[in-house]
């Protein structure tokens, strides 16, 4: 395969590979995007849950985008684990270095075991500085909760939730129902102009770690390939899907996912 797109990867490092920037790199590789990085921060864990979170200086974060996208532009950026307010703003003055508005951001705050990866701070700064200057942003129910602040138990509230996104000025948002007690996962797309339900089956498995990076680096990789952002969406949820439904069963706690689901080796390596 060819390279298809270049993009940008903001995120943690998580050092069981399922979740975090490894699982971007992973997701981009597979769908065709050469990937580069600024590592934000770098976490100790395995799939049981995480033991330690080191930041990287806001500094060195800025200058890890700066002086790579000064080389390579890339064609859409993904912005995952963003611990504090610094990190934040040093995010946002390097953003202003970047040509395209194909942005991406999965607002991370707490890993699958409960672990918390932001600060109370910085989610208030998120809310009100960078979710303007995002193309789209990909909350998971907590998440959205703690963004808007309304209780989310049914479709219907995860709708009025984007709304309020979309008043604190967000351009446009997918909603990720896992949380919602629902037989299937509804994942809703919201807009100014329209809102899409995207439903999918829902996969009985513990094996889920990383679906959330996974997910945002699926669809700013398709995104970044000329894909609208809508169908993006729709074919970044189909790849964590499959990347589910043939999840490698590694570890003792919640196990990472199958990156690899898209990919068949090429003959002359077999
Ligand atoms: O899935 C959220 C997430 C994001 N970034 C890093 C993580 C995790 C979850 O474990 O470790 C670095």
Do not use: W
């Not at 699926?218 to 439904?245: M, P, R």
Request: hydrophobic fraction near 40%; charge should be positive; aromatic fraction near 4%.
């Amino acid at each position: 395969m060819k390279i298809k797109s270049k993009i940008l990867i903001i995120a943690g490092s998580d050092s069981s590979g399922g979740a975090g920037i490894q699982a971007d790199i992973k997701t981009a590789t597979c769908l065709g995007s050469f990937a580069m990085t600024a590592i934000t921060a770098v976490t100790v864990q395995n799939t049981k849950g995480v033991k330690s979170v080191v930041p990287i200086v806001p500094n060195e974060i800025y200058n890890q985008i700066i002086y790579t996208v000064k080389d390579i532009q890339p064609d859409a950026v993904k912005i995952g684990m963003l611990h504090s307010s610094q990190v934040i703003n040093k995010v946002i003055l390097s953003l202003k270095k970047i040509k395209t508005k194909k942005i991406i951001l999965d607002p991370v705050m707490v890993a699958k075991g409960g672990a918390k990866l932001i600060s109370d701070e910085a989610i208030k700064l998120m809310k009100k500085k960078l979710l303007k200057k995002v193309f789209l942003i990909t909350p998971n129910i907590p998440e959205a909760e703690i963004l808007t602040g309304v209780k989310i138990n049914s479709k219907e509230d995860m709708i009025f939730a984007a709304n309020k996104l979309i008043e604190a000025g967000a351009a446009n948002i997918l909603i990720k129902g896992g949380h919602l007690n629902s037989k299937k996962v509804h994942d809703i797309y919201v807009n100014k102009r329209e809102i899409k339900i995207f439903n999918s089956k829902r996969i009985k498995t513990l094996n889920t770690h990383g679906t959330g990076c996974t997910l945002s680096t699926a669809i700013t990789s398709f995104f970044s390939c000329g894909k609208d952002l809508k169908k993006s969406c729709e074919l970044g949820i189909k790849y964590v899907n499959s990347a589910i439904l043939t999840n490698p069963k590694f570890g003792k706690g919640n196990g990472p996912i199958n990156h690899l689901n898209s990919i068949e080796l090429n003959r002359n390596y077999k």
